[in-house]
């Protein structure tokens, strides 16, 4: 607790000097003006509501009214006020953390009863934002060719995808992204990546903040992805959907099986429920999902993993497949949310989400394409509860206090037990270069999780009509649990192997077999202020973190493996402590035990604190045009696997640098950035946007330069903060909203993304090949300098068709030169890194729909087709031709494998065709 004390004065300062602070990071809120029509004079005391909820406001002495904590959504309006006419404004549009604007000039009421309804026109362009971000509603979402978040976020500007399926924003690792629900983070910090699937449905609004961030959010460095889910109201709402597909290609030659469709490959049903219990008090939202996917990549199952089986009197059989289509990169999910919402008293609301996903998968290994059941898969599981209670003081000021948990958890192996007898000995993977596994099984046994416990309260209040101030307090306590291991044969007493083989798993203590339990601690707390005039809006704040990794290192780095020491010092009791272990102190019973050990070995890491200064500004240069400029430090703590995946230095006596091991130690990595841009309304509903952004990034992961022990020869690597890198591009987005049936949206991308390397291993595998320490930036391995992304829907009230068309210039490759194979491959890089680019990429997605009564239900019959024309798009290429398809190593290697140079992992996924339909209740 000691260590918290400069944290916890700096808190108490913050709450001394900011006492009605606090965010609402799911809210947006609604202002404007209620006058006479005739006379222009201001009406107090109007009445303005919010139809279908309980939200609204009366108007001030000068006619002005406020409506804080309004969830985003598509709304009606109503104000009335005696001796004059009801008034209601539909299609009022509300974006989280945004100020929508209505103004209402109210007539003197001629006839009684009589009421105006007017239908707002949304916004192109949103006066008060200071930074680039976009944001796709429900509506939007449904009439897209796109089945997840991913799919979204991969038409926004800015946004690139790496060979692996990695999303980067504006250039940097796909580590730096927060995911976000409901104000809550559902980034696992083990990986950075989402703890679980959220399916579309879900979803109201989702906003992906690619530019200068406000201090409200934090451990993100590249952008944030903000997700509001739905609620129930007080009408029952309903849909059943349900679609099948498969993967259909000409390119027979790389996608083998793809000739004939199987519309049971790819099969989705899913649906969603909402409504009240009890009216106008309890409402609630549920959904759920069930989705399989074959995949585009089957192997022939030609050999088993037991290969040749013992029978009689000594004799073996050769066990072989029947060469069957085995899918090698499928996916099965089960996703759902449950949503309550009590409005517990006027003024308090609670709210209770869960939402779990359940996906098993396999990922495509082409050593197995023969043996496609001796490779492992992987289960993974998540599951996220929010509650959230609201308290409303006054009209304008309200707190939260949310707690939340979330649990993350990977499983990877072949089979679940681990002494199954199915396994077989290690050297039945031994094959020559180039050739596909004939026999054996995956011997890797992975399993982590991460649970986390959150606690958040906050406070918004507007002080006054152009101040908008927050403040809030997030504490976070989590559990990582990680184990790594690798079967081996089972050994007699006296080390022979056990013979026929038995799996054995060696003790934690072993270099090939990690296992930890840690548990670090985040708290943040900032400020932050919305100045809100016409002619100007800043956002300006100050964040502060801290972490405890509550982890350890070695007080002497020169002999790290407290399991294994080198040092007679670290091995042997001093029992005349002069400091010297001489020849009668080496004696067996004179050994530390592993507890002794502990109590000298470690020190603690030190807690990491930062503040992080951030400023908008958005200046309105004409009615349809606004001016912006941000600015900002963004730190974030390094995901936990390269905080503690090896961080026990398990060092052992083979010479040469091993590693790379982790560091608990490691300092927050940091980037500045810079952001200017202009938006200009073009007509009534069409708007462009052009952006330009820098940023400077620090203390990236990498790793150190070889640590020597004091064994000769022997020496290691551990992360550190080193690498460094610099993002510089321009962002042009033209929009035109939904009007005479047709809308569109364009975006162009330029961007230099370069760095010292493009992940934290980089540098150690450049020594292992003996290139000097990396001192200079090359363009990092997703450095896409063009990306042109366009969406395009036309249609009326019951039917529609949409298009998204995506071009990408080719990422860059380093080249290299063979210099000579024998039986394998020899590889001597004499080029620079990343000095070559594969080539470009271009896909266009389908989606069509029409909706008919049956039976006075409406229901919706689409299509959809994904790469709809089966374009090849390469994501990787052979390094000495720049090509997926073409390597001298066909014409060297004269022992490999037909077909071991035919790469399906090389390309994206082939066309994939999708029929089915919507019921809605």
Known sequence: MKRWIPSLLFLLLCGALWPDNGIAQSYGKITGIVTDAETGEPLPGANVLIEGTNLGASTDLDGTYLILRVPPGTYTLTVEYIGYQKMSITNVQVMTDLTTKINFQLRPEAIAGEEVVVVAETPIIRKDLTSVEARVHAETIERMPVQDVGDILNLQAGVTRDAAGGIHIRGGRSTEISYMINGISITDDFTRSQSLQIENESIQELQVISGTFNAEYGNAMSGVINIVTKTGSNVFKGNLTAWSGDYYSRDTDIFWNLDQINPTSIYNLQGYLSGPIIKDRVTFFATARRWYDDGWIYGPYVYSPQGRIQIVDGDTLEVRGDSSAVPMNFRSRFSGQFSLEWQVAMPVKY??????????????????????????GDVEKGITVINNLVHQLNPKMFYEVTVAYKFNTIISRLYEDPFDPRYVHP???????????????????????????????????????????????????????????????????????????????????????????????????????????????????????????NGKIPRD????????????????????????????????????????????????????????PRLGVAYPISEGGVIHFSYGIFQQIPDYSQLYVGDELKVTTATGTQGPFGNPDLNPQRTTMYEIGLKQKLGDVMAIDVTGFYRDIRDWVSTSQPIPTVLGGVSYVRKINRDFANVRGITVTLQKQYRDGYAFSIDYTFQIAEGTNSYPEQEFFSQLGGAEPTKVLTPLDWDQRHTFNGYFFYGGDDWGISFISRFESGQPYTPAIVTGVRVGRNIVSGLQRNSRNKPNKFTVDLNAYKRIQILNQEVEFFLQVYNLFDARNPVNVYGDTGQPDLTLFQMQAVQADPGWFVRPDFYSPPRRIQVGFKFKL
């Open 557 to 612: 780095l020169s002999d790290p493996n407290i399991y294994n020491p080198f040092k007679l010092t670290n091995i042997y009791r001093d029992l005349n402590g002069d400091g010297v272990i001489d020849l009668s102190e080496q004696r067996e019973d004179n050994k530390y035990t592993l507890e002794e050990r502990q109590q000298f070995w470690w020190r603690e890491t030190s807690i990491k604190t930062q503040l992080s």
């Open 351 to 376: 709210r209770i989400d869960i939402l779990g996903s359940w996906e098993k998968r396999r990922n495509y290994d082409h050593f197995f394409r023969l043996n496609p059941y001796g490779d492992r």
């Open 427 to 549: 050297d039945s993977l031994n094959v020559g270069a180039f050739q596909f596994s004939r026999a054996g099984t995956d011997l890797t046994r992975f399993e982590r999780y991460t649970r986390s416990w959150i606690g958040k309260f906050d406070v918004t209040a507007q002080v006054t009509r152009r101040h908008q101030v927050k403040f809030g307090v997030e504490y976070q306590q989590d559990e990582v649990f990680y184990e790594n291991l690798t079967l081996v044969p089972a050994e007699t007493p006296t080390g022979e192997q056990i013979q026929p083989f038995k799996p054995a798993i060696r003790p934690p203590s072993s270099p090939v077999h990690d296992r930890f339990t840690r548990r670090p601690v985040k708290f943040s707390a900032y400020i932050q202020d919305k100045i809100e005039y016409e002619e100007m809006i800043i956002n300006v704040g100050l964040r502060f973190d801290l972490f405890d990794a």
